[in-house]
């Protein structure tokens, strides 16, 4: 495993194995435990957007393995490939530094950058997915829930990077995935078609968000307005009218369901002030999650 670019790319064992290494560091961190295995190593955070727990939890992962990295906002990089071109840059970075994450809008410059470097390439979120966050995710479910497999993720909302990253992980890990879209917002067929490959009938698709939350082991939602479509907006929150995930629908849904969000959150819109603080809201040890997948994620790849 070299890079770590869409989940869709890793094998069972690799992300099994990813999980495990998670699950252990966050033992022993917690523990007052360290692990220095990444000692005198720099990692480069090249980001065409912005962030705060991407950025964060990354920069304090490799700082808890003994080494360092360097955060380009967008300001620094601007649009990559825009000043030189993506091939160009990774070559360049491969001269200086031990590992790349970047997040950009073009999910192919993630992949332009990977087929260029000499050192790992890790997609801290693109248009098209966001693997680290879905990672987090089920480590946080399966912290929750116990096993993986055989549970059901609804998910209501837009067919968007998160949901598709979802997809895959679910697909991977054996649990049912669902995915509640307005019409028009679906994931795109090819995405879940590649997701049922692994698992069959593991993914699918509906315009009820009522039916999909039915035996739901967790209900995860995410923006209606992700970073770019900010013209869009006016159009898109009419659009997902009825597709809030609020007490009315969490009535529907298992009590003990648990509430999932991979924040930032609009509240009003895409979910309640109510469901975020709820009891059932796992919402924050999904973003802790993040740090602990990462360290996994970083000394695989980078030591
Ligand atoms: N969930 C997530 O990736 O958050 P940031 O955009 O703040 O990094
Ligand atoms: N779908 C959102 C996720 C943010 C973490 C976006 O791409 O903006």
């Known amino acids: 495993m070299k890079n770590f670019i869409s989940i869709s790319r890793c094998s069972v064992d690799e992300l099994c194995g990813l999980l495990e290494l998670s699950i252990e560091l966050k033992e022993l961190f917690k523990g007052g435990g360290r692990d220095i295995c990444l000692s005198g190593k720099v990692l480069a955070m090249l980001f065409e957007k912005t962030s705060l727990r991407t950025r964060i939890s990354f920069q304090v992962a490799m700082y808890d393995l003994g080494g360092t990295s360097l955060y380009l906002k967008p300001s620094d990089i601007g649009i990559i490939g825009k000043r030189e071109p993506a091939k160009d840059m990774a070559r360049v970075f491969s001269r200086y530094v031990d ?20 050192v790992p390439v890790i997609n801290a979120l693109s248009n098209w997915s966001h693997p680290c966050q879905a990672m987090a995710d089920l480590q946080t479910i399966k912290e929750h829930c116990g096993e993986l497999k055989g549970l059901k993720v609804a998910y209501i909302g837009d067919g968007n990077n998160v949901a598709r990253s979802l997809a895959f992980a679910c697909a991977k890990f054996d649990m049912k995935f669902v995915v509640a879209t307005p019409a028009g917002y ?75 969000h991979c924040l930032p959150a609009y509240r009003g819109l895409e979910i309640t002030d109510e469901v975020v603080e709820c009891s059932n809201s796992v919402i924050f040890d999904q973003a802790e999650n993040r740090l602990h997948f990462q360290r996994a994620l970083l000394k695989k790849l980078l030591s």
């Not at 994450?101 to 993630?110: E, N, V």
């Not at 997701?195 to 999909?212: G, H, I, K, M, R």
């Not at 739901?216 to 923006?223: H, S």
Request: some cysteine; glycine content about 4%.
């Open 99 to 118: 590992g790349i994450m970047a997040r950009t809008f073009a999910h192919d410059t993630i992949i332009e950058l990977a087929e260029y470097a000499d």
């Open 186 to 260: 679906e994931l795109d067929s090819e995405s879940i078609a590649r997701a049922n490959e692994v698992c069959p009938d593991c993914v699918s698709q509906t315009n009820d968000p009522v039916a999909a939350v039915a035996d739901a082991a967790a209900v995860y939602t995410d923006t209606w307005v992700s970073m770019g479509q900010e013209d869009e907006k006016e159009k898109r929150l009419r659009d997902f009218d009825g597709f809030q995930v609020n007490t009315a629908l969490m009535a529907k849904a298992p009590t003990d369901a648990k509430v999932m």
